[in-house]
């Protein structure tokens, strides 16, 4: 049950675009569609902002978007604001019915 | 409103027992299959174990099978984690998560505040 690999760090200026990759095997990210990303602000409980690759669900700002290819699964936020600073976690459903959480990303708008 | 409200936590001795409790409300608690995700301070998301909706399929992670137990009560809305011959490496901060959908392969969608596990002499 290895973690799935995040940079463990990213940033950007307001308005401007990133993407964070997690990086997995074809025992999790790549062989299944149920990789999710989930923002957690300091001292908060986690909140999900993809999930099924790809889906964002209802509240969800369209800014924040999601894609796999292989075995790397990617989150972009686009129009970057300052609210989006938080630590950003992906999470896949592996081959032994288990899950595996990325190690995790910083994320800091400049 | 879908609330998930964790308890239990607490200062125990290596080796000792703690039982974590979860008590849901605002969803039809016995249709979902419900998770524990800890958190160790200054760290990042650990799941721990997956429990189905009818409590008939449990799931661990390596780090705590053998010593760890899910359970559920769906008549009381109310989550379980047994833990017992706990280490240094399980301080943590526990939190329950409901599972999306009606599997157990789906994502997180709520999540309760946490309740805090130190394991200390």
């Known amino acids: 049950q290895s973690a799935l690999t995040q940079p463990a760090s990213v940033s950007g200026s307001p308005g401007q675009s990133i993407t964070i990759s997690c990086t997995g095997t074809?025992?999790?990210?790549?062989?299944?569609?149920?990789v999710s990303w989930y923002q957690q602000h300091p001292g908060k409980a986690p909140k999900v902002m993809i999930y099924d690759v790809s889906n964002r669900p209802s509240g969800v700002s369209n800014r924040f978007s999601g894609s796999k290819s292989g075995n790397t699964a990617s989150l972009t936020i686009s129009g970057l604001q300052a609210e989006d600073e938080a630590d950003y976690y992906c999470s896949s459903h592996t081959s032994s019915s288990t899950r595996v959480f990325g190690g995790g990303t910083k994320l800091t708008v400049l | 409103e879908v609330q998930l409200l964790d308890s239990g936590g607490g200062l125990v001795q290596p080796g000792g027992s703690l039982r974590l409790s979860c008590a849901a409300s605002g969803f039809t608690f016995s249709s979902y299959a419900m998770s524990w995700v800890r958190q160790a301070p200054g760290k990042g998301l650990e799941w721990v174990s997956t429990i189905s909706s009818s409590g008939g399929g449990t799931y661990y992670a390596d780090s705590v099978k053998g010593r760890f137990t899910i359970s559920r009560d769906n008549s009381k809305n109310t989550l379980y984690l047994q833990m017992n011959s706990l280490r240094a490496e399980d301080t943590a901060l526990y939190y329950c998560?409901?599972?999306?959908?009606?599997?157990?392969?789906?994502?997180?969608?709520?999540w309760g505040q946490g309740t805090l596990v130190t394991v200390s002499s």
């Open positions: 074809s025992s999790d990210v790549g062989g299944y569609n149920y």
């Open positions: 998560a409901k599972i999306r959908g009606s599997g157990s392969l789906g994502d997180f969608d709520y």
